[in-house]
């Protein structure tokens, strides 16, 4: 029965390093692609960015497949008894991130994980301040270049947000 559960695990094990070699190329050329887009936006080649966002939007769907794929794993380690809410947690209770390999997969799928996540936070503050500043030109264009009629006391109410600090919206 031991032997048994030791080639379940030897299985599991294999699995994970299976899947994190698989997710970190996924999640290298979503930053490749990310960081074309980001160049393409800055040169504003709106017609290569469309193109960008098709692929972009390709390997993200390629990445649910992947979470979705995560989950079944976990779901099915739990079934046989391996604790753990992540792969990480299973690898940390097996004591399978011991091993160089395993840790250097869980360390890189961190660090890729990070890196994309900040990519996409500046991509999305500068798409923000881009629409931001092409508002204000189309509203002092509507305007005859004159300042609005609407008057205010100086508070913040029914202005523009300009700025301020991004919060990690990761779980």
């Not at 976990?74 to 753990?84: E, H, I, K, N, S």
């Not at 500046?122 to 881009?130: D, K, P, Q």
């Not at 100086?154 to 990690?168: K, M, R, V, W």
């Amino acid at each position: 029965m031991e032997a048994v559960l030791e080639a379940r695990e030897a299985v599991y094990h294999t699995g994970i390093k299976d899947y994190l070699r698989i997710l970190n190329t996924a999640q290298k050329a979503l930053l490749e692609i990310q960081e074309r887009k980001r160049v393409a936006l800055v040169e504003r080649d709106l017609d290569l960015a469309n193109n960008i966002q098709q692929q972009e939007d390709q390997v993200q769907k390629h990445l649910k497949v992947l979470l979705d794929r995560r989950q079944q794993l976990l779901t099915q380690m739990r079934t046989d008894g391996l604790a753990g809410q992540s792969l990480r947690d299973v690898c940390r209770f097996q004591g399978w991130d011991r091993e160089a390999e395993t840790a250097a997969l869980l360390q890189e799928a961190r660090q890729l994980a990070d890196s994309l996540r900040q990519t996409s936070w500046g991509t999305w503050v500068f798409t923000h301040r881009a629409s931001q500043f092409y508002g204000s030109i189309l509203e002092m264009i509507a305007q005859g270049g004159k300042k609005s009629m609407i008057y205010h006391d100086g508070s913040a109410i029914n202005q523009e947000p300009t700025g301020g600090s991004l919060l990690d919206a990761s779980i």
